[in-house]
C-alpha cells in the first residue's frame, strides 16, 4: 500500500504535502540538497551510539517487527540508542537500504512496551508517508529562507504530519491509554509513581485554552505556537477521536467527520485568518497589513526581499509607494484599537508571528524592527516574551 492511499493517513498532511511538494522554492531545496556531498548520518552513530543488534535486545527488535509488518513496511531497520536524559526518538531517512531509528537512554528505560511500541510506529510513521520529503528545518531555517505564506503552510503541515505519524503509531499499539501515556510523559517529562495520569483531565486542557473566548485575557502562549508540533493535549484530542472512528473501530464514526474534527483542532493553532471569511480574520489581516508596511518603512531602507514576503501574504503588487504612508501611523492605531475590541487573545498573538516572519524575512533583524514588533505586541497585549518565541531562530541580530 503506498502513502498516498493509506487509509489512516490525516487528510490535512496528505493534501498539503502534495500541494508543498508541487511548490518552486520546495522543489529547489529539495534538489539543493540533494546535489550535497553525501553525509552519513549511519557513520556518525556507529561513532557515537550504541547499535541495538538483535543479539542485545531481541524484545526491542520484536517490537520494531511488530510495527514493520501492522504498518506493511518492507524495509531493513536499525535501531541505536544515545546517552541522554530527555525522552526523545528520530526516524532518519534510509541509508544504503537501511531506515535508521534512534532512542534516547532515558525512553527506553522509562517507557513501557506499549509506550515504546507507539514511539516506534509514530517514527515509522514519518517514513511511511514521505515526511522526509519536505526539509523544513531547510526551509524556515536556513539562510535563503522562504516567504511568509510559505512558511506559514510549512508549519500547518508539519503539525499535521504530526497527526499521521501519531495514527501509525496508534494502529501498530491499537490502546489508547498508552498512546496517551506516552504523549503525557514526553509533555511533562514526568515518570514517577507518584503522579496518577487521568488522560480525560490531560486531554480537557485543549478546552481550557481560551484561544477563542473573545474579551478574555491570556495569561500566556505556550511557544508550542511557533514550533513544528502541535500542543500535546491536542495529540491527545486527535487520538481519541481517531480511535473513536471507523478507522479504528467497525461501528465508528466516519472518516470524514474525523477529519472535521482534526482540522477544528488544529485550527486552534493556526487560524487561517489570511484567507478566512470573517469579521475577526478581516480585522486581523487590516492589523497585518498596517502593520507590515511600518514594518518594512522602518527597516532602513525598503528591500526587494520584504516586498516579495509582504506580497507573499496579500497577493502581487500588494505594495505601493502610492499608498498613503503619512497616516500609516493613525491607521494602525484605529486598526488596533478595533481589533482589541474584537479578536480573541489568542488569535492576536497570530498577529505577531506573521509580522515576525515578514521581518526575518532576509535573513536578520534589525534592532528597530524588533522594537517595533514588541511595540505593536504592547498595543495587542502580547507578552514580550511570547514575542521573542515568534522569532525564527538563527537570524543575525544588529
Request: proline share 4%.
Amino acid at each position: 500500500m503506498t502513502m498516498e492511499n493509506h487509509p489512516f493517513r490525516c487528510e490535512g498532511d496528505q493534501q498539503l504535502q502534495a500541494k508543498l511538494i508541487l511548490d518552486a522554492s520546495v522543489a529547489a531545496a529539495r534538489a539543493k540538497i540533494d546535489a550535497l556531498p553525501e553525509k552519513s548520518v549511519r557513520r556518525q552513530l556507529l561513532a557515537t551510539s550504541l547499535r541495538l543488534t538483535k543479539a542485545m535486545s531481541p524484545k526491542l527488535h520484536g517490537m520494531l517487527e511488530q510495527c514493520a509488518e501492522k504498518l506493511r513496511l518492507d524495509i531493513p531497520l536499525e535501531a541505536f540508542v544515545y546517552n541522554s536524559p530527555q525522552l526523545n526518538a528520530a526516524c532518519i531517512r534510509p541509508e544504503s537500504g537501511k531506515l535508521l531509528l534512534m532512542f534516547s537512554s532515558a525512553i527506553l528505560e522509562k517507557f513501557d512496551e506499549d509506550e515504546l511500541v507507539f514511539v516506534m510506529g509514530h517514527e515509522l510513521g514519518h517514513h511511511l508517508f514521505a515526511h522526509h520529503d519536505i526539509p523544513i528545518g531547510y526551509l524556515v531555517g536556513g539562510k535563503n529562507r522562504v516567504n511568509a505564506k510559505l512558511a506559514l503552510q510549512l508549519f500547518s503541515w508539519s503539525r499535521y504530519a504530526e497527526i499521521s505519524a501519531d495514527r501509525a503509531g496508534a494502529i501498530c499499539v491499537g490502546n489508547p491509554d498508552a498512546c496517551a501515556r506516552a504523549l503525557f510523559k514526553l509533555a511533562s517529562g514526568l515518570t514517577t509513581g507518584l503522579i496518577e495520569i487521568h488522560i480525560d483531565d490531560f486531554a480537557d486542557q485543549a478546552d481550557e485554552m481560551e484561544l477563542e473566548k473573545p474579551h478574555g485575557k491570556q495569561s500566556g502562549v505556550s511557544e508550542d505556537w511557533f514550533m513544528t508540533h502541535p500542543f500535546t493535549p491536542l495529540r491527545v484530542k486527535a487520538l481519541q477521536a481517531f480511535f473513536k472512528s471507523n478507522l479504528a473501530a467497525d461501528s465508528g464514526v466516519s472518516r470524514a467527520e474525523l477529519e472535521t474534527e482534526c482540522h477544528d483542532l488544529m485550527g486552534m493553532m493556526s487560524p487561517n485568518y489570511l484567507d478566512e471569511k470573517s469579521e475577526v480574520a478581516e480585522a486581523m489581516r487590516r492589523v497585518l497589513f498596517a502593520a507590515g508596511l511600518g514594518l518594512i518603512r522602518c527597516s532602513g531602507g525598503v528591500k526587494e526581499s520584504e516586498i516579495e514576503a509582504f506580497d507573499s501574504l496579500f497577493g502581487p503588487q500588494a505594495y505601493s509607494e502610492d499608498l498613503d504612508f503619512d497616516s500609516l501611523e493613525d491607521l494602525l492605531k484605529k486598526r488596533v484599537q478595533h481589533a482589541n475590541q474584537l479578536v480573541p487573545q489568542g488569535r492576536k498573538t497570530q498577529i505577531i508571528r506573521d509580522l515576525c516572519l515578514l521581518a526575518v524575512c532576509d535573513g536578520r533583524v534589525t534592532q528597530r524592527e524588533r522594537e517595533y514588533v514588541h511595540e505593536l505586541g504592547r498595543s495587542l497585549d502580547v507578552s514580550g516574551n511570547v514575542i521573542e518565541n515568534c522569532f525564527i531562530r538563527d537570524v543575525d541580530l544588529d
